[in-house]
């Protein structure tokens, strides 16, 4: 259902029925806007309302008729004191003047309806502009954002690259190392010549301390190169 909305020259008043207003009598001149119009119209100038709007009868007048009186002819004749000529002189000033008078009153009118109609015409764009300014400053946030997620994740995968070879270079020497630590075993458990019993086993426990050491890195780097090669796949 349609609602209105009134305007009183200070404030506006609302929302309102179609029954609302006809109890409210509005006049021809009564400022009146609705959703959809662009602007504020007075009532006469709105077609389902013309209906509704109160006829103002004309100020109360009382023709007085002269009554001759005796020794007096009609052409003597007085209105409120004036003579005919001077009273429809009166008149016509008065109609003039009041004609006058709501002319400016519809024309001041009219300038203030253009006035508020054009204030909130400007509200409006500088409300547009301000979304439009907020959008794009938040569409700025995120393509940074955006950007910076890219950009650690670059680091991130370089950085895994980086030390996934640094882990095959580390684990080749401990190989080689592991090897050798083997091999020294393997001669110490078959060397026999000048040493003692004591000896021999504490050789090989060392031997055996190194291997063991060095299975244990192995096993560590083994662990984070397969860690690495886990983000990675996230990453990609």
């Known amino acids: ?17 179609f029954n609302e207003l006809r109890a409210m009598k509005i006049t021809k001149t009564t400022p009146v806007w609705f ?28 023709e007085e008729k002269s009554i001759p009186q005796p020794n007096q002819t009609t052409s003597n004749a007085t209105y409120l004191g004036l003579s005919k000529n001077t009273f429809i002189t009166v008149i016509v000033v008065i109609v003039v003047a009041c004609t006058i008078a709501i002319n400016i009153i519809q024309n001041n009118r009219s300038e203030e ?16 502009l301000q979304q439009k300014e907020i959008e794009e400053k938040n569409k700025l946030i995120e393509e940074q954002k955006l950007a910076e ?10 950085a895994a690259i980086d030390r996934i070879s640094e882990i095959e270079s580390e684990m080749a020497v401990i190989k080689d190392n592991l090897d050798t630590a083997k091999e020294k075993l393997a001669k110490a458990t078959n060397f026999k010549v000048l040493r003692t019993s004591n000896e021999k086993s504490e050789e090989l426990k060392r031997i055996q ?28």
């Open 35 to 62: 959703d959809g119009m662009e602007k504020w119209k007075y009532a006469n100038d709105i077609e389902e309302l013309k209906e509704l709007v109160a006829v103002t009868p004309p100020p109360f007048q009382v």
């Open 1 to 17: 259902m349609k609602k209105y909305y009134l305007h009183n020259g200070t404030e506006s008043s609302g929302p309102f029925s």
């Open 209 to 236: 301390t190194e291997i063991d050491d060095l299975e244990k890195q192995l096993e560590d780097l083994e662990a984070e190169q397969n860690r690495l090669n886990l983000e990675l796949d996230k990453i990609n």
């Open 113 to 128: 309806l253009e006035a508020k109609n054009k204030k909130t015409e400007i509200e409006n764009r500088q409300f547009l």
């Open 149 to 158: 997620e890219e950009r650690n994740a670059r680091d991130k995968k370089q």
